[in-house]
């Protein structure tokens, strides 16, 4: 079966049907160009206000990079370790250069595999600020121009540790069967999927464990991109957060799901959290969309 799959992807060499991640991750639009229509620039203002009536404004809007990737400024990481005590390092490419900060979590896995999934809050943040003069010339440029750099940060004492992990390990074939080249995206989404299905044999839904993994703090890795043609990705998820031992075994709870299978019969599910609540569902509410949405 691995011989002939792999013997697939290299056929594919050179011709239309060659693997792209794009045509892995289809659902995903391939970037974020700019988009005046929600637009916050600062002293220049709010799209509400602002958006068709003032000429600078239309002009930086529709230049300006959005803050939605990480970019070589920074932009957005989500890095659960960049939490407090930490120090960053950012490259600043622009005389007067500002500095802004957002997007707070209280909890989150690596990857925040569900987009938005993990315990976002409120809050306030206290830092100082050094500024060390010629410093980018520290940092290594890796790419066709000087700016070619990426931010350096340090680790605080107060990241979640834990002692003990379950880790899922996912290679770089997909659901379907089919042999991918050192595709670390597809490794790491295996790992994660193979997690959900796994745990899902403990009495959760596919969907809270899918929740689980956005918001716990789980630590993902990539294990290997050095023997062809698979990636080795790895999802390690602390055991200390379950209320019951989920690790493979011949006793304790594995056994009761060994011997439920054994019958034929499902452990059964707990209650599904998204419907626990009598009350209507909240009205989600995004300015950039008509209000009758």
């Not at 056929?11 to 060659?18: F, I, N, R, W």
């Not at 992990?165 to 074939?173: A, I, P, R, T």
């Not at 997690?195 to 990539?222: M, N």
């Not at 304790?252 to 059964?268: F, H, M, N, P, Y």
Request: glycine share 10%.
């Amino acid at each position: 079966m691995w011989n002939e799959r792999e013997s697939a992807l290299v056929a594919e060499e050179g011709t239309a049907k060659q693997k792209t991640l794009c045509g892995i991750l289809h659902t995903r639009p391939l970037a974020c160009l700019p988009c005046p229509e929600g637009a916050m620039l600062g002293k220049l203002g709010h799209f509400s206000k602002l958006m068709g009536k003032d000429a600078t404004f239309d002009r930086v809007a529709g230049e300006a990079a959005r803050t939605v990737p990480g970019r070589e400024n920074g932009g957005n990481c989500d890095i659960k370790n960049l939490s407090r005590g930490c120090s960053v390092y950012f490259p600043v490419f622009v005389d007067g250069a500002n500095l802004s900060m957002g997007d707070m979590h209280f909890s989150q896995g690596d990857g925040e595999v569900s987009f938005c999934g993990a315990i976002e809050m409120s809050g306030f943040l206290e830092l100082r600020c050094t500024v060390i003069k010629d410093g980018m010339s520290l940092l290594p440029a890796v790419g066709p121009s000087p700016l070619s750099v990426n931010p350096i940060f340090e680790i605080g004492p107060l990241e979640p540790r834990y002692s003990e992990y379950l880790v899922f390990e996912g290679v770089s074939v997909d659901e379907q069967g089919v042999q991918h080249y050192l595709d670390a995206t597809v490794a790491y989404k295996r790992a994660v999927l193979n997690c959900i299905k796994y745990l899902a044999q403990f009495g959760y839904t596919e969907e809270q464990i899918y929740l689980l993994l956005s918001c716990c703090p789980c630590e993902g890795r990539i294990s290997g991109i050095v023997d062809v043609p698979n990636a080795v990705a790895t999802l390690a998820i602390p055991l200390a957060i379950f209320d019951k031992d989920v690790r493979p075994s011949a006793t304790g709870d594995a056994a009761a799901v060994l011997a439920a299978k054994a019958q034929g019969v499902s452990i059964r599910k707990i209650n599904d959290v998204a419907r626990m609540s009598d009350q209507s569902p909240p009205v989600p509410f995004d300015p950039k969309l008509p209000a009758s949405a």
